[in-house]
């Protein structure tokens, strides 16, 4: 199984990005994906998540309003879309699995596959 994560890089304050996280060798469709992030310094912590379908979704109250989490099942990916960044979005994110298909769970340790990573900095 591998989550690949990608699309992060360095943006200003108040800028977008989409970062994608790819997956293989697991039946995406039956997974609820969600995103984390972790700072320099901080504990792993909970973005966004989705069910398999894409019904439903559950943010962070952080992060609610200007992150979107999608999928596209047919692309066997999961998509986080970020507006207006702020400097405390620095961190890595990761994206991770969740064989309960239609769970939206906040806690790390219920997600069964991890992706590596991929730095979001943001400079004022």
């Known amino acids: 199984v591998q989550l690949q994560a990608s699309g992060g890089g360095l943006v200003q304050a108040g800028g977008s990005l989409r970062l994608s996280c790819t997956t293989s060798?697991?039946?995406?469709?039956?997974?609820?994906m969600g995103w984390f992030r972790q700072a320099p310094g901080k504990e792993r912590e909970f973005v966004a998540a989705?069910?398999?379908?894409?019904?439903?979704?559950d943010y962070a109250e952080s992060v609610k309003g200007r992150f979107t989490i999608s999928r596209d099942n047919a692309k066997n990916t999961v998509y986080l879309q970020i507006l207006s960044l702020k400097l405390d979005d620095t961190a890595v994110y990761y994206c991770?699995?969740?064989?309960?298909?239609?769970?939206?769970?906040?806690?790390?340790?219920?997600?069964?596959?991890w992706g590596q990573g991929t730095l979001v900095t943001v400079s004022s």
């Open positions: 991770a699995a969740d064989s309960i298909p239609l769970a939206l769970s906040h806690s790390p340790i219920t997600y069964d596959y």
């Open positions: 060798g697991l039946t995406f469709s039956e997974h609820a």
């Open positions: 989705i069910t398999w379908n894409g019904y439903s979704t």
